[in-house]
């Protein structure tokens, strides 16, 4: 008894432990409790049913990771040596996601919003986080603002949070694995963690650890191949990227009256005028809502494809090349004649899968007479994952099989075979 | 190639297979579609942050069990010897919670609202559900109905549904203990499947499967004990149920302006005059969405609740016997004196951990020679799971925690020590 | 680099960690590397056969158990305070098991050959040993001794050692679990090591543990019942008795040539006259030697005997009650009749599973306030858990499958039914 | 109950399927029992305790492998469409290892023993074996020997039996990792299965597994560098061959006393004289055996490497490149100077990484259009797994280690850093 200990069950990590009353009041603050409605995989779970996961056990996940880093990094390498920098560790890995928004990518794609400004303006003008972080010191949410902005006064820090070899994403590859349900993502945390060393303010991976780490790497590979970039859960994010759009187009000519407060707060503003206090209000329940009642709206193009995202009708993933604009007319043609405006049921879009790339941020190995080399020198494996794009149509699947003569020469288009 | 295949990868049983197109549409439709945005163990996640689980992955679960169930049974037994059957014990451990909603239990003990009821309605009365039934035959809805309210007619698809070894409480056993963390919930879902045997039209097990079903009843009595009756999360319920009592009472006197048009069709409404349409149209994130508008409410009692739900400053439970009357009045006082209003603030509530109790239901063991054995009659450890209660005072923590004379004397009453 | 790091992956705690060279040193004598050669469940890989698990891998998991216990009970009640309490701790649970023999309990019930006695010689007469143990400090040798005789100098450490909540049972049924492949062994280690506390020199469970020291009870009824008392099992223990009996025996009629050595210096001899060298000669390996060239003796009693073991014809466990002595009668005369030596074909065992039973050594639960109760007056079900027996009788399956009108008096009498 | 099932359960496939009494006639006949006494990673459990697993665990896992293999292609594909391929099948995977004896790849190296004749002599002159395959029909083991020789006449079978991806190596990845507690061997199972297909008499993968079969081959090649090629491992193989050869010199020179009759009979004779059931008598319990009685050897060299051995006091594995005839004669003066006999206590070996080389037996993929490619054509990830080699010397750690001059120049050579 006596001292401060919350111990929590984790799927991943089996036990977080929480034994400082400031994390534990920063976990329970309403900015890091908000985490808990934004899924961390968002349209993911449409494709694979068990990625209902939030960024909230996320952020936990990361958080215990850092902790584990840290004791190790404090008994190996004698740092952190000073407890500010322990906190600054933890807190960053805790609050890392906290600017995040619903469907984020998205959203930001076509609205005036990125997460890392909201995470720097939650940290410094959200007043429940202001009075926790002040009661640690006064500079310290600046500090971590610099931290998760990467700049530069806390480099190992900022190595832990934002690299190749963060504990950000340590956490999610195996959360993601888990529950999706398949073992992509999995990889040997406890020696992970037990081969980074430090050398000259740098943090570093043991040499001995090369398979290790490139089971990792590779652990990361499968999942975007399998999961993160899966063509379905694509085509939900251009999904949700249309409803916004044709909300927002509607919004613009004053024809949207179902529009919940929250919404408005921020589709309507400028990004700097936006409060806090409004953006933290905006979660997926929010949008949720919304499309629940936009799919009632008098606005056919906003009600159908708002029902298709409550109802699982996605749109029909093409992989091939990019069409040239005969071709791209000919879709277009045939989306009018079956009725789908072509602005918003026709489009196409490239997913990125990244290779490990080296510019200067590579994951260093340190042999063991103090030498040091790059990972991708090292392993011809980690060499060969070169970064790789694939492009493909999203069109509504009735455009595909229905019997209408348009449909056929769509068909022709695509090489459409019944998956 | 050729045939119909779908397969989804999953947690709990890796791969649930889907074979038959009917039930790729069932999954499809919007009625089954809505369960993901109604979790498995309502506030749970409050406790164990890990429990973000839907209805929608549970009830694909008992699905996949019941096909596996059926797989044994039809090479053992030759039951279901026709394929109607089948379907029906498909589709009625997919469907079997389609007529849940947001908080059920909550949500019913103060509403008129009974899940049972809703299920029935769905499978009668909405449109997509109604087509692709019929399309089955004219009967098959109308027997589904039957099996989920036990009418008798078909004994063994019902008792895969609702007894004490049904294919329900297999998957979410095993689901609820992966997604919360605790191992308490595993048992040997292969070797209980396998035991299972059919005699005289009945359901039974293989007597040598004794220790096998002794390890599932404990499941059952772990997850009980240490999850579904954690004292948070029956606080976090009681917190639910406050609100909405609180929102109940200000829609009668005309107050409460801020109501989603989902909510409004259904508090206000007698049950039969709900549309099914309606109803489906409410979940979880109306509730929440709900919440957060209601959090900014006029109505400083209202406010309150709702924002201690949204950022998890939850009810302390406090166990011990049943106030008297006398203790009831200075818990009142109490809440009276710090500004909380005592109806809303001071409550509570008996948990009851069922046994396994044999009333003519309990769980069958056939032995080698033919004869038949109560499960109860063999195991001790089973007859030693009698029911239990156990009592809780909810209020909030201040009560207990404060400086003032007040809470000293409510401290005096509960033995208060800060866990 | 710099500190002493050995890390070894182990299939049930991920990583053993070894930081202290003298442990290194322990793990590497002769003496511990011979429990690479016994296995640590004996017969059971011939019914489970996953279960060929050493003595070596168990020990080094032993260990690794007392490890995390030492971290947790240090942080939290500052015990042990001394360097050498630890290494006591740490160095018992390494040797606990360095003095057993091959087939220890069935070895032991006709041989004058003692595990615990054997234990003692080991850490104080063998050369690698004391060298090691002496290089701590003169007498640590003999303080370890003293603990696994639970001499009561060392009360904490004992408990830690032998009890029914000690770090052998915690480590084999995790591991033996996994082995053999059944789930029912599982129990939250990482919660049950966190429970435990020192009240008064004695170390005890927090009340609030509970369901965890239950679902650990529960894991060694269900590993009894299931895995280590299993019929074909203790059948197998039957026939290695009856091999070493008529071993025994020919070697006193001085009928037995093929005879290693190894066993000659102990089969012959009278304990106190066995070199700790000889004993630590034998192991395993030996004794497979040994059958398999008895399998080719003159006396074909055991020659038959050592083929049935070897090649997995083994003894038919017949559940019934014991018979009496004219049923005797008919099982001997109808071994005699199929040309069975009924002093070696025809025996009967109870296997006992032991409840868990309150004599002054029961766990302890140490509540908030202070004041102790013991587990049994706690959980119900831990107190269903009463010893139990079974009674059963071995004979070759050709009694009661064959034609023989013989093999039909014996199926009278035990009612056989081919599994 | 009435027709045949045994269930075995297993700690990789959960449960293992026998529903055919010859299956179960195989499992337990004294040639496929003796594979119990057989490590399936020869020496690696000195590397990686957990590594105790036999020949006969994995065997079982490869017919478990084959019999769901089966269903699918079945299913899917209609083959095997008759009952006899099924059964060859089925024999095949659980028979493929049953000529292997101790430390094979070792022991082969340096006596006139290959298992793939013995398995073959093994299934055609062993009497039980012989029985057991003749009830089947007559040309039924001729059929399986051919094979197992890769004769042609089955090809898929044989496919599924030797080749890059056979139910062999299925099992052996994933028993060996969970054995040794590894992660690196995982890969998705079911999936992989799921996507094996047939076409033009031959099976290949459905392209949409190229990334299940990526890690499947990723898989393969982290247990190579991680596993089974793990530095102290060869160096336990190196040891074990100087121990078989300096028995063989002695043997030779006739002056080897200590000599197990079953040693005998293989090492002084030609391979086509030894009998089968002199074969079928050695296993590792005779190598332990012998090494246990030779490590009282009066030849001093015998004795110390046996000892060695037996008290893992391994030899010391220094990678570099390999010595000049200069370097070598260092090495050697060296060991003469510490009394180690050079012959036996200074050597090199080169361990061989394989890629995945595609000569006429890569793995094709089946695109949707029909259309076939080889993986490494689609697969930048396969096509980096070049085979790969590393030299690396062994020698007695006390001639780095040790004060005396000579040790300095051997530590000049190989610049050894204590690890």
């Known amino acids: 008894m006596g001292h401060f200990e919350k111990v929590l069950k984790d799927p991943v990590h089996d036990e977080i432990l929480v034994d400082d009353p400031w994390v534990w009041r920063l976990v329970n603050s309403a900015a890091v409790q908000r985490l808990r409605r934004i899924r961390q995989l968002g349209t993911s779970y449409l494709t694979f049913h068990g990625a209902e996961h939030s960024r909230f056990t996320h952020s936990l996940g990361a958080y215990e990771t850092m902790r ?131 050398s000259d303010g740098q943090i570093l991976l043991r040499a001995n650890a090369l398979h290790t780490v490139e089971q990792y790497i590779l652990a990361r590979y499968f999942m975007y191949a399998q999961v993160y970039l899966h063509p379905v859960t694509v085509g939900s994010d251009v999904l949700v990227l249309q409803i916004l759009r044709r909300a927002g187009d509607l919004i613009r000519d004053g024809k949207l009256r179902e529009l919940p407060q929250e919404l408005l707060a921020i589709i309507g503003a400028d990004e700097m005028d936006i409060r806090v206090s409004d953006y933290l209000a ?77 510019r200067g ?9 103090g030498s040091r080399t790059e990972l991708s020198r090292e392993s011809k494996i980690v060499r060969s994952l070169a970064a790789d794009t694939e492009y493909r149509i999203f069109i509504p699947k009735e455009m595909v099989e229905g019997d209408d003569p348009v449909c056929e020469r769509v068909r022709n288009l695509v090489h459409w075979a019944m998956p």
């Not at 400004?117 to 971590?144: C, G, K, P, V, Y």
């Not at 603002?145 to 950000?168: C, F, N, W, Y």
């Not at 193009?301 to 091939?320: C, E, G, N």
């Open 282 to 358: 905006l979660d997926e329940s929010t949008l949720l809502y919304a499309f629940r009642q936009w799919s009632r709206s008098e606005d056919s193009v906003l009600a159908d494809l708002s029902q298709r995202f409550l109802h699982r009708r996605l749109f029909a993933p093409i992989t091939r090349t990019e069409p040239n604009s005969e071709e791209w007319a000919i879709l277009r043609t045939a989306a009018r004649a079956l009725g789908f405006h072509p602005d918003y049921y026709v489009s196409g879009r490239t997913a990125e899968i990244s290779g490990y790339v080296y």
């Open 68 to 198: 584990r880093v840290l004791i190790h990094l404090q008994r190996e390498c004698g740092w952190p040596a000073d407890e500010r920098d322990r906190k600054l560790a933890l807190s960053a890995a805790l609050l890392h996601d906290v600017g995040h928004g619903p469907f984020s990518h998205t959203f930001e794609s076509i609205y005036p919003v990125h997460h890392e400004q909201w995470t720097r303006r939650i940290l410094q003008e959200d007043d429940e986080m202001q009075t926790i972080l002040a009661e640690i010191d006064d500079e310290f949410a600046n500090d971590l603002v610099g931290i998760l902005q990467k700049a530069g006064r806390h480099p190992m820090v900022e190595q832990l949070i934002t690299s190749q070899l963060d504990v950000d994403r340590m956490d999610y590859l195996l959360r993601d694995a888990l529950n999706t349900g398949v073992s992509y993502g999995r990889f040997e945390l406890a020696r992970l963690l037990r081969s980074l060393t430090i």
């Open 361 to 369: 941020e590579g994951i260093l190995l340190l042999r063991p007479d």
